[in-house]
C-alpha cells in the first residue's frame, strides 16, 4: 500500500472531517411542528461547531416553551448537526446534547 | 492708443465666445459631470468586486483599468463637444497612453513599493493592524482597538514589514503541557484528532503532534496545524478552548508549574542551615516558556 493510499484510508476510517454545521430544531408554526434549522439548507453551513453548539445555546435561551401550552415560534429539540444531517457530540460535555427535548410526532 | 488695442483684444474675445462659447460651455459641463458620475461609479464598482472575495479578484488593478478607460472616453467626449478634430484627440490619446504604459512596464521594477495592499493585515515597525487606506505620503492602519494609525511610506519602505496576507494560510501553534505520568499517546492522539475534525484545519499540510521536552517532572507536546489567514485567529482559540475540554473528559490533566520543598531534619553540624533548625532546598520544576 502506498502512502498516499494509507492516508486516505486513515483519513475517511479515523476522524471525519465534516463541510460544516447547522443548528437543526422544530418549530411551532400554525399549531404544528415544523422540521427547520440555522443556517438554512440552502445556504452555507457554519464552519465551527464551537460557534454552533453557543448559537443552539443562545436560541435555547431565548425561549423556555413550557411543555404543554406551546405558543408561535417556540423552539423544541434544539441540536447540532453536520453537513451530512448526522447530530454531532457537543464540544463542551463530549454527549449528543439536545435542548428543550420534547416528542413530536411527525406532521403533528 | 492702449485703449484701443485692449478694445479691439476685447471685441476679438467677444467674438470667438460668440463662436466658440456654447460648444466650450458644453464641454466643460459634460466633463464635470462625467467625472462625478466617474467618481460615484468607480466606488461602487470596488464595493462590487469586494463583496465578492471568495472570486480572489486583483480589485485595484481591475478598478484602475476600468478608471483610466472611462476616464479617456469622458475626456475624448468632452474635446469633441468643445469642438475639436475627434481623430486628432484619439491619437494624441493613443500616443500618450501607450508611451505611459511603457515607460510604466521598463520603470516598475525601479519604484518603491509598498509590500502590501488596502485589506491586508500588517505588522508595521510594532504596530498591528489592517491597512485602510494608501497614498503617496502616508499609510493608514487601522488598529484592532479602533485606532487610526498615519504611517509616512519612507518608514514603512525603512522598516520591517509583516504581511500576514501573502501567504494564503498560516500556522497554528499550540503547545501545552502535561504530568510525567500521564498517557502520553492518548493525549497525542486526542490532540490529533481535535485537529483533524475541524473543519477550517487544513489537510495539506497535515496536523502534526510533536513530543518538545521532558523537563520539570512535565513533557511538553506541540500540536500544529495551518488554517486560511482569514480563520486563523478564531481557529487557534477555538481549538485550545476544545483541546482543553475534551482533556477534561478524556481525563487527562494538564502540568501544573510546581516547585519541591525538602525539609531536612536539623543536625548539629550541618551546614548552610538559616538559623531556624532547618535546612531548606527549593528546586523549581516547573518550566516556563
Not at chain 1, 463541510?19 to 464552519?47: H, I, M
Not at chain 1, 453557543?54 to 435555547?60: T, V, Y
Not at chain 1, 423552539?75 to 453537513?83: A, E, P, R, S
Amino acid at each position: 500500500m502506498k502512502i498516499n493510499d494509507a492516508l486516505a484510508r486513515i483519513d475517511a476510517g479515523w476522524v471525519r472531517k465534516p463541510k460544516g454545521f447547522r443548528v437543526r430544531f422544530d418549530v411551532y408554526v400554525d399549531g404544528r411542528w415544523q422540521a427547520d434549522c440555522s443556517p438554512e439548507e440552502n445556504t452555507a453551513p457554519l464552519d465551527s461547531d464551537v460557534t454552533a453548539w453557543r448559537l443552539a445555546w443562545k436560541l435555547a435561551q431565548a425561549g423556555r416553551p413550557d411543555t404543554g401550552r406551546f405558543k408561535e415560534g417556540d423552539l423544541v429539540n434544539i441540536t447540532v448537526v453536520d453537513d451530512q444531517g448526522d447530530r454531532v457530540r457537543s464540544y463542551v460535555t463530549n454527549a449528543f446534547e439536545m435542548y428543550h427535548p420534547h416528542e413530536v410526532k411527525p406532521g403533528g | 492708443m492702449p485703449q484701443e488695442d485692449l478694445l479691439s483684444k476685447y471685441d476679438r474675445l467677444k467674438h470667438l465666445l460668440g463662436l466658440y462659447g456654447q460648444d466650450l460651455a458644453q464641454g466643460m459641463l459634460l466633463l464635470v459631470v462625467g467625472l462625478i458620475a466617474l467618481h460615484g461609479f468607480i466606488r461602487w464598482f470596488r464595493d462590487f468586486l469586494n463583496d465578492r472575495k471568495g472570486e480572489q479578484w486583483p480589485v485595484g488593478k481591475i478598478t484602475a483599468i476600468v478608471y483610466f478607460i472611462l476616464l479617456e472616453i469622458i475626456v475624448n467626449v468632452s474635446l469633441v463637444v468643445m469642438g475639436l478634430d475627434a481623430e486628432t484627440i484619439v491619437r494624441f490619446v493613443v500616443i500618450i497612453s501607450l508611451t505611459a504604459i511603457a515607460l510604466i512596464i521598463l520603470l516598475q521594477r525601479y519604484f518603491p513599493v509598498l509590500p502590501f495592499h488596502v485589506g491586508h493585515t500588517v505588522k508595521i515597525d510594532g504596530l498591528f493592524g489592517k491597512v485602510a487606506a494608501t497614498n503617496l505620503y502616508h499609510t493608514q492602519l487601522k488598529t484592532f482597538d479602533g485606532k487610526a494609525v498615519f504611517i509616512p511610506n519612507t518608514r514603512i519602505l525603512k522598516n520591517v514589514v509583516v504581511n500576514y496576507h501573502h501567504t494564503p494560510g498560516r500556522r497554528i501553534k499550540i503547545n501545552l503541557r502535561i504530568p510525567y505520568d500521564e498517557d502520553l499517546p492518548k493525549a497525542k492522539q486526542i490532540l490529533e484528532a481535535v485537529m483533524i475534525a475541524d473543519p477550517r484545519v487544513l489537510t495539506s499540510p497535515r496536523p502534526q503532534v510533536w513530543t518538545l521536552d521532558i523537563e520539570g517532572g512535565s513533557v511538553g507536546l506541540g500540536a500544529r496545524c495551518w488554517a486560511d489567514n482569514a480563520k486563523y485567529w478564531l481557529t487557534q482559540c477555538e481549538l485550545t478552548e476544545k483541546i482543553k475540554l475534551r482533556f477534561d473528559h478524556e481525563g487527562i490533566r494538564m502540568a501544573l508549574p510546581r516547585h519541591q520543598v525538602f525539609l531536612h531534619p536539623p543536625t548539629d553540624t550541618a551546614g548552610g542551615t538559616d538559623g531556624s533548625g532547618l535546612s531548606v532546598s527549593l528546586r523549581e520544576a516547573a518550566d516556563e516558556d
